[in-house]
């Protein structure tokens, strides 16, 4: 083929392709000079305060003192767990608010990157009740805290009331009982999952940094393991498989149970005789947050009765809201594990001791290798 | 000729096997827009009513869109620095003889075989040890790591399949050296600049491993799916998510391939010829 | 640098209109020319990739200490490596899994790929695109999808329950060995099928024509023929699916369960729960050094096969 002749028909023909090719590629010059770390142009929500926090908590419902007040609900960035979120903020990730538990309120504090909190500059700091503020770590001193409470809970055991048959009183031993073998589920993280394993080895909550600990708990997590069909974290899959009989019971917190429950699935969240494990989580500003007013507006917003009302009622939560308990009967929150007085819930479950980075590790390596058979 | 006979004979079984390949790779993922459409918080049969309502729930919700726009925005960025570069790199591979290019171009395909963890891994470290926050930017350059080779490797035959005595005889006709790239060589390896365009396109959007290891706050779509999955009420709007983005990508995928098949049609006849 | 590379490459034959010694050294040597082509390319993996491998290494050598890390050197890692039984059972049963699913792909793609290579005669590229379409999308939503199509009360329990043919739900779809091996070669089929087919494209048809000739049976032409001249595409097919799904770990942490869990999951854990970075980078190291040798001897094995069949 003439080379001269091809070279002709490609200047004068195909003038629509290059044409298109050539508006295709500033088109996509124009997109890729948006810079990347910028939002939308709107502009509106760079001024909003960041949350940093579990999936689920990134919804209107429990911010709707703040959307009245700003018009726009803050941005929502979300960690799958709280070590995961320490980690990224210690590698430089900056946030306004974020959303850890008391037991790694000392370790967040150590590591440097928060601020304590003003609680003059929160409108519903005065219905809080002192029970949750008065955290191991969080150095409350009248004026300000750490870390401001704002649901708490228990990890407990959901169970299906139509197909697991309780031998006397709830207890642990239902996640450990070898009629159920392979339709056991439990929480993957040892957050939750070594803590429950130590009141069922009876191991003092004071005591589980002891190497005597450590034996007693891997002990029956290695006799446990066997039984367990699926170790998870995230709580959908534990739900499915409980409303499908798939599971007949897990380690789960509050919410599965009552989500189950207001699907009709026949499921209770058991109380068991040696207690369940209780737990606070609450906000934290960082040091650096781009948008301080704002991040109060954040915390204030979730210590509203509003919030409360829908912590309580639709996930079945506790609050630090005194006032947000006033809209249930005892009996409702007896059903879901609650009460308004949280020191009775405190008191009979079993409180988290914070520990040491290095204790984290150290147990976070053993659990997986008990996870993994070993 | 009695190659091409028996060849010509259709053989029923391996027909009947290629038909249940083909539907054994559909069948698993089109289950997810079958159950988008469902009216129940869980993905079990029987199925209930047929409901949009996931749908419309989608919509109404801020972050989805956030998380869309930071996908698209890296998505285009990693498109197009990485088909530049794998034009300038696929035109080297094939025009040039040069000492030493097998290895270079296995380097250069490396990431296509190395598990995507160790490169998310690497990368993270990297980032933590230099001090560079995690952000868009970091989850754009892992995906150019991968999207890189794609790209060549899309580029590659459609450079093999054209003449370049065409570009030498624009030089000669007094074009210039970019003229020449503007009007000569881009337009004859067009269609495969576009397919490759699409694909790493379509890959970085798609990524979520090497996401998962470096996005800051700003999550990437498979990355905020990651992050629903936990929670059941949002589960039915993620199978509706996942549903959009099945399609896009298929179409996004099938016209990128259909417009370079030219590229792979002429370089496997010209193989069997 | 983009705009000198553009200027330098394209413009070929004879002398550019503004060749400094440069410009002439650039265009006399096609070397020079093709690399500095190359550059950006090059440039841009050799920084993101030996860069961070570097640092990988060198962090292997340290040992986490509280929220930092101690950087002394040390070789602790690697010895907790051999100490612990978990490291080396998980890292064997991770081998033992992509292997299944290389063996497993490779075996269901060949006959596919053969079968668009010899008997599809229009649209190859239709069938190709459609093969391979899958492969673009979504992988966590195509694990995603497994787990419904496996579930207790997923597809094919619920289907085999209508029927009749069994009782109760299998339970052993889900959360098994077996359901990580059936995602996994799913997920990567497309991707495996690519080499077969061109490797398969290529063969010489008048070979078959003449072993044909020669009187040949269609399965002693295919063991003597078809099969040999396509081993090239057998061993990258392998070598695409065994080496990515080594390091997985959605597909375990999502179906799984206890019994399937890989390396992968816990090199991911050691950078988030367990937080013990330098251990994480350690089993990285080790996990490439194995994927190395083993793909080494693979090949060399195939080689000689190869050899000794022809």
């Known amino acids: 083929m003439d080379i001269t002749d091809q070279l002709g028909s490609m200047r004068a023909g195909d003038m629509s392709r290059r044409a298109f090719t050539k508006s295709l590629l500033s088109a996509g010059v124009g997109v890729a000079a948006v810079p990347l770390a910028v939002r939308k142009a709107t502009a509106a929500p760079e001024d909003q305060a960041t949350f940093f926090t579990w999936g689920g908590y990134d919804i209107p419902e429990l911010f709707v003192p703040y959307n009245e007040t700003h018009g726009e609900l803050p941005n929502f960035s979300i960690f799958g767990g709280s070590e995961e979120a320490l980690t990224k903020m210690r590698g430089g990730f900056v946030v306004d608010v974020s959303h850890p538990c008391n037991s790694g309120l000392p370790r967040w504090v150590q590591s440097g990157i928060f601020q304590r909190i003003d609680t003059g500059r929160l409108s519903n700091w005065g219905d809080v009740m002192p029970e949750l503020v008065n955290l191991p770590g969080n150095e409350a001193d009248g004026s300000s805290v750490w870390l401001a409470p704002f649901d708490w809970g228990q990890t407990s055991i959901t169970y299906r009331t139509d197909m697991f048959e309780v031998e006397g009183e709830e207890s642990w031993d239902m996640l450990w009982d070898k009629r159920y073998s392979g339709r056991l589920g439990s929480l993957a993280s040892g957050g939750d999952a070594w803590w429950c394993g130590a009141i069922k080895a009876g191991v003092p909550m004071s005591e589980i940094h002891t190497d005597d600990a450590f034996d007693k708990i891997a002990a029956v997590m290695r006799e446990q393991r066997p039984l367990i069909r699926t170790y998870t974290d995230d709580t959908t899959t534990l739900e499915q498989a409980l409303s499908s009989g798939e599971l007949v019971a897990a380690m789960t917190w509050n919410s599965s149970a009552t989500l189950l429950q207001s699907e009709g699935v026949p499921v209770k969240f058991a109380k068991p005789k040696e207690g369940a494990l209780t737990w606070v989580c609450g906000l934290m500003i960082h040091k650096d947050a781009p948008n301080l007013d704002r991040a109060y507006d954040v915390i204030d917003s979730l210590l509203s009765v509003e919030s409360g009302k829908f912590m309580i009622n639709d996930y079945g939560y506790g609050h630090s809201n005194s006032k947000s308990f006033e809209q249930f009967d005892a009996e409702t929150l007896a059903g879901l594990g609650l009460s308004s007085n949280p020191a009775d819930i405190l008191e009979a479950g079993h409180f988290q001791v914070p520990q040491t980075q290095e204790w984290e590790t150290k147990m976070n390596t053993l659990f997986e290798e008990i996870k993994s058979g070993f | 000729m009695s190659v091409e006979s028996y060849i010509r004979k259709p053989n029923r079984p391996l027909q009947l096997y290629a038909a249940i390949f083909l539907i054994t790779l559909y069948l698993p993922v089109l289950f997810l827009p079958l159950f988008s459409f469902n009216d129940s918080l869980y993905v079990r049969f029987p199925l209930e009513s047929f409901t949009v309502r996931w749908y419309v729930e989608l919509f109404a919700r801020d972050a989805v869109w956030n998380a869309l726009w930071n996908s698209v925005r890296v998505g285009v960025a990693v498109a197009l620095v990485s088909t530049t570069m794998g034009i300038f790199a696929a035109k080297a591979i094939t025009r040039y003889r040069m000492p030493g290019k097998g290895p270079v171009v296995t380097f250069i395909m490396l990431p296509l075989v190395v598990p995507l963890i160790i490169f998310g891994v690497a990368l993270l470290v990297l980032m933590s040890q230099l001090g560079v926050p995690l952000s868009l930017y970091t989850v754009a350059i892992g995906h150019m790591i991968v999207c890189l080779p794609f790209s060549i490797a899309v580029l590659i035959p459609r450079f093999e399949g054209f003449d370049a005595s065409i570009e030498e005889a624009s030089a000669d006709l007094g074009e210039n050296a970019w003229w020449t790239f503007w009007r000569v060589t881009l337009p004859m390896v067009g269609p495969g600049v576009l397919a490759s365009l699409m694909l790493t396109f379509t890959v970085s959007f798609d990524e979520f491993i090497l996401a998962f290891f470096l996005s800051g706050t700003q999550p990437t779509l498979p990355m905020y799916i990651w992050g629903q999955l936990r929670f059941p009420q949002e589960f039915p709007s993620v199978l509706a998510l996942s549903s959009i983005i099945i399609v896009v990508s298929f179409v996004i995928v099938f016209l990128g391939q259909w417009i370079n098949r030219g590229a792979i049609s002429a370089s496997t006849s010209g193989d069997a010829s | ?310």
Request: charged share 10%.
């Open chain 3, 1 to 310: 640098m983009t705009d000198q590379t553009l200027q330098s490459g394209s413009a070929s034959g004879t002398a550019g209109p503004r060749a400094g010694w440069f410009g002439r050294l650039i265009y006399r040597s096609e070397t020079a020319r093709g690399y500095t082509l190359l550059t950006p390319a090059l440039v841009f993996l050799g920084v993101a990739i030996l860069v961070p491998f570097g640092i990988l290494v060198v962090m292997s050598f340290w040992t986490a200490e509280g929220f930092g890390f101690d950087t002394t050197l040390t070789t602790h890692n690697y010895e907790q490596f051999f100490e612990r039984p978990i490291y080396m059972a998980l890292l064997s049963r991770t081998f033992g899994i992509s292997g299944m699913v290389t063996i497993a792909t490779v075996l269901l793609c060949y006959p596919m790929a053969y079968y668009v290579a010899f008997h599809v005669h229009r649209n190859k590229m239709f069938w190709l695109v459609l093969i391979t379409l899958p492969f673009w999308t979504s992988y966590l939503l195509r694990v995603f999808a497994w787990k419904v199509v496996l579930g207790y009360e997923g597809v094919i329990n619920s289907a085999l329950l209508s029927v009749g043919l069994i009782e109760a739900p299998l339970e052993f779809l889900l959360y098994s060995k077996q359901a990580v091996i059936i995602t996994l070669a799913h997920a990567w089929a497309a991707f495996a099928i690519l080499p077969l087919y061109v490797s398969l494209e290529k063969i010489d048809k008048s070979l078959l024509e003449a072993a044909t000739d020669l009187g040949d049976g269609p399965v002693r032409r295919f063991f003597r023929i078809t099969l040999p001249l396509s081993l090239p595409g057998v061993i990258s097919a392998s070598l695409l699916v065994f080496i990515p799904t080594t390091g997985d770990y959605i597909t375990p942490a999502l179906l799984g369960g206890p019994d399937g869990a890989m390396i992968g999951n816990l090199i991911q854990k050691q950078f988030g729960p367990i937080n013990n970075w330098p251990m994480g980078a350690a089993l990285s190291i080790i996990l490439m050094l194995c994927i190395a040798a083993i793909s080494l001897i693979f090949i060399m094995l195939t080689l000689f096969v190869r050899k000794r069949i022809s």
